[in-house]
């Protein structure tokens, strides 16, 4: 699961024309870019903790069905350093497990809304006309109904699973990012060097895709980078209801969820899984942040 | 409109057929008619001056010779020839080689007409490489073209807004010479510049004119500028080209009371003649 561009990637996004060596150019960004070098790193801990979680995780089995019937509920101690849960499961093995799922479900999420949203918004705000009322209308429909309701009503249709969690969100999740970029492309399309590629001969496809497109995403990206945690959250949600990931599933949401009934005397249950939640989102919105200031140039030179 | 007499083809001209002919060319939008011409005449090598107020159609003019004003929603109709080949109703996979390849446009904010995410270079290796230049050509022909409007190379690195207006404006024109343009479609190119800028444009515009052989439909609101550098002028009013002359003569005799009251509106141009 491919969370975080590696800091390495993001000197390619720079495009410095002389490749000063690796190591010196991640220094470079990590001076002219704290926030970005900071998201990068944080992003980072995640995927490595999701991959190498079979082999730090001290009860790699409590992630899955095992339970402990003598060890529920204890608190955190030098065995369970974030202490078991209501069946005697390690929440710090299940913590980490849920790297692998809770984050790659609010990726999967946003890419799939980006997929679907970002095209058709870029298209109505730059054709314009009856493309953009067919395309807008249809978005308002979606936006019509309270985002969590059509989640539901979508995952309720479904059987339960993880996959369908993700499409039952993205489907309320696409309209936003059609809606923010439509505006953006709009005001792009009017401007003079758009014009000015049309007069290159440029296609409208490559206009679109070349400089429409660029041109608009930065708002976007600051979007999606702060709908990291609330996308958890909704997958939480659903799972809470039953319509999302189901128990033995190490979900951080569910974990939340979960732990809710226990929350005024068993701390640990909500408060290590919605730290990790914290943690991702607040990862995703520094990464947004920095990437906002790479993509644009006149932003990295101020700096 | 007036039958004045082309003048004789410049030594770049090759054929007797001018380079851009527009004949009766209706521009509406909807009802709203915006543009009515008779006829305009770009000879090969030739700077003509398309001169009027705002709101006078010359913009519009602009765009329907690059066959852009559709986009605007505007209907277009009559008769533009590129070199004896008609554009208006051409397939628009064949316009998009002739805009930026053989017709190419300057505009009046320079800086604003390039996309500001992408460094010079980029542009010029982009426009090259769409209007079929090979990627070992499309540096040499940058490099060549810079040098021609007095341009570092360096300039390749920047982003736009680390261009002066001025630098922007070469840079636009730099690309039409890079693309080997036949006509310069340049609307009010030197309106945002200072002064002295300006005229190392209008030089450079000139030059351009005897070393490539470009010609140039020069659009402008500014007689003074025209009067440095156009062969002829066509006025503009309301959509219609009250008047066609050579430069000296519409300027110093305007033919029309349009032209003359615009030919008033400037100070110390006409040598005088201003009527009141």
């Known amino acids: 699961m491919a969370v975080a561009p590696a800091p390495a990637e993001t000197v390619a996004l720079e495009g410095g024309s002389l490749p000063p060596g690796r190591l010196a150019g991640v220094r470079r960004v990590a001076r002219r870019n704290p926030l970005l070098a900071v998201g990068a790193s944080m992003c980072l801990v995640i995927v490595v903790l999701a991959v190498l979680a079979p082999v730090i995780a001290p009860f790699p089995d409590d992630a899955g069905s095992a339970t402990h019937a003598l060890e529920t509920l204890e608190s955190p101690s030098a065995a369970h350093p974030f202490g078991t849960d209501q069946v005697g499961r390690d929440v710090l093995s299940r913590v980490l497990y849920g790297a692998r799922i809770s984050p790659l479900i609010a990726l999967l999420v946003l890419v799939i809304a980006c997929a679907v ?170 990464l947004g942040d920095g990437l906002r200031d790479v993509l644009d140039p006149r932003r990295v030179l101020t700096r | 409109m007036n039958g004045e007499p082309t003048p004789a083809p410049r030594p770049g001209a090759t054929s007797a057929e001018p380079k851009l002919a527009v004949r009766d060319l209706r521009i509406a939008f909807g009802a709203r008619r915006v543009v009515d011409i008779e006829r305009v005449d770009v000879g090969a090598g030739e700077i003509v001056g398309l001169a009027g107020e705002s709101g006078s159609g010359k913009s519009m003019t602009a765009l329907a010779v690059l066959c852009l004003a559709s986009t605007l929603g505007a209907s277009v109709d009559g008769s533009i020839r590129l070199a004896g080949e008609e554009l208006v109703g051409a397939p ?78 070469r840079v636009a024109i730099a690309m039409a010479l890079a693309l080997r343009s036949e006509l310069l479609v340049a609307d009010e190119p030197t309106s945002a510049l200072d002064v002295t800028v300006q005229a190392e ?55 029309h009371d349009y032209t003359r009251r615009l030919v008033a509106a400037v100070p110390k141009i006409g040598a005088g003649t201003a009527p009141r």
Not at chain 1, 131 to 141: F, H, Q, Y
Not at chain 1, 225 to 230: K, P, R, T
Not at chain 1, 240 to 260: C, E, I, K, R, Y
């Open chain 2, 201 to 255: 444009i209008l030089d450079l515009l000139r030059r351009l004119r005897e070393d490539a052989g470009m010609s140039v439909l020069f659009i402008s609101h500014d007689l003074a500028v025209m009067a440095e550098l156009c062969d002829r002028i066509a006025v503009m009013e309301r959509g219609r080209v009250v008047e066609v002359g050579p430069t000296a003569r519409v300027l110093a005799r305007p033919g």
């Open chain 1, 117 to 286: 949203g970002l095209p058709l918004g870029i298209a109505a705000g730059y054709f314009g006309g009856w493309v953009d009322d067919v395309i807008m209308r249809v978005t308002d429909v979606f936006l019509a109904f309270p985002a969590l309701l059509l989640a539901l009503a979508f995952a309720a249709v479904m059987r339960p699973s993880i996959t369908n969690t993700v499409i039952a969100i993205a489907v309320t999740w696409w309209p936003w990012y059609a809606r923010i970029v439509r505006g953006q492309a709009a005001s792009v399309a009017a401007r003079p060097y758009i014009e000015s590629a049309r007069a290159m001969g440029i296609p409208h496809r490559r206009i679109l895709l070349r400089h429409v497109l660029p041109n608009s995403i930065t708002p976007v990206i600051v979007q999606v980078s702060l709908d990291v945690g609330g996308v958890i959250l909704t997958a939480s949600a659903l799972s809470f209801l039953g319509l999302g990931a189901q128990d033995p599933t190490p979900d951080w949401g569910l974990m939340v969820s979960q732990g809710q009934a226990f929350f005024t005397t068993h701390w640990w249950l909500v408060t290590f899984p919605g730290a990790a939640i914290l943690f991702t989102a607040v990862a995703f919105n520094l």
């Open chain 2, 92 to 169: 628009e996979s064949r316009m998009r080689s002739i805009r930026g390849g053989r017709i190419a446009m300057i505009f009046q904010s320079p800086v604003s007409a390039l996309d500001p995410l992408l460094r010079v270079g980029d542009l010029f290796e982009r426009a090259l490489r769409l209007h079929g230049a090979s990627r070992r050509e499309a540096p040499e022909r940058t490099a060549a073209a810079l040098r021609e409007v007095l341009l570092s190379p360096d300039l390749l690195s920047r982003h736009p807004h680390e261009l002066s207006g001025g630098q922007a404006q």
